[in-house]
């Protein structure tokens, strides 16, 4: 059975600052891994998509990577801002049948002014 | 193009009685999936559904619940007999392949409060 775990739980840090949120997640057997963000009482945003065959994707101020076989990601938010405050979500899709995510607990960012 | 829509936003029910959550797929998806996340967790798959077939409903609990994507209209989770343990936030996500470079695009939500 495929578990995502997200560390830490929850982060405070200064604007400006870099910062990196892990995931890892227990069976290597997965198409693809999803960053989401989510902000209170709102729907999900979709912020990097990584297929199994791919080692990192990048979008403006993110960086996530993927290493499969350790069963590892990481996304990297430089330069950070007041607005970056959100809970990220990191989800895998399982390489089995049923198109399903499995989800992380998330990690709640706040970034302070 | 629109989202993924989803209603109501917000609903209030007293237990006993039935939910029912709307979901609009984004134009030209025929995948929509259901999560639940409840206070403090994480978001859980609940089912996979294309037009007219249940695909995957591995996440739906045994009793009181079920889900539909008809032929025409948006698809409907239906909870009969709310019980307070139902109270979550209900996310609704459309595809439009079952292929592994897809991505789900998801819905606002809707806010389910069993009183």
């Known amino acids: 059975k495929q578990e995502v775990t997200q560390i830490p739980a929850a982060l405070s840090v200064p604007e400006g600052e870099n910062l990196v949120l892990n995931c890892s997640f227990t069976?290597?057997?997965?198409?693809?891994l999803q960053w989401f963000r989510q902000d209170p009482g709102k729907g999900l945003t979709s912020l990097l998509l990584i297929q199994s065959s791919q080692r990192e994707q990048t979008s403006g101020r993110l960086n996530a990577s993927l290493d499969k076989s350790s069963g590892r990601s990481t996304l990297y938010i430089a330069a950070s801002q007041p607005g970056d405050s959100a809970t990220y979500l990191c989800a895998v899709r399982p390489a089995e049948y049923g198109n399903k995510l499995v989800f992380g607990a998330g990690t709640i960012l706040r970034v302070k002014s | 193009n629109a989202g993924v829509m989803q209603n109501p936003r917000h609903l209030v029910r007293r237990r006993g009685q039935e939910a029912r959550l709307r979901c609009s797929p984004m134009k030209g998806h025929s995948h929509v999936y259901w999560y639940r996340q409840l206070p403090e967790e994480g978001l859980k798959f609940m089912v996979y559904?294309?037009?007219?077939?249940?695909?995957?409903e591995s996440g739906m609990p045994k009793e009181r619940f079920s889900a539909e994507f008809p032929k025409e209209g948006p698809s409907i989770l239906r909870i009969q007999q709310v019980v307070r343990g139902d109270s979550a936030a209900y996310f609704c996500a459309s595809s439009t392949t079952r292929g592994g470079a897809d991505t789900q695009y998801f819905g606002p939500g809707t806010r389910l409060t069993v009183l």
């Open positions: 069976d290597s057997a997965i198409y693809n």
């Open positions: 559904l294309q037009k007219e077939n249940i695909i995957d």
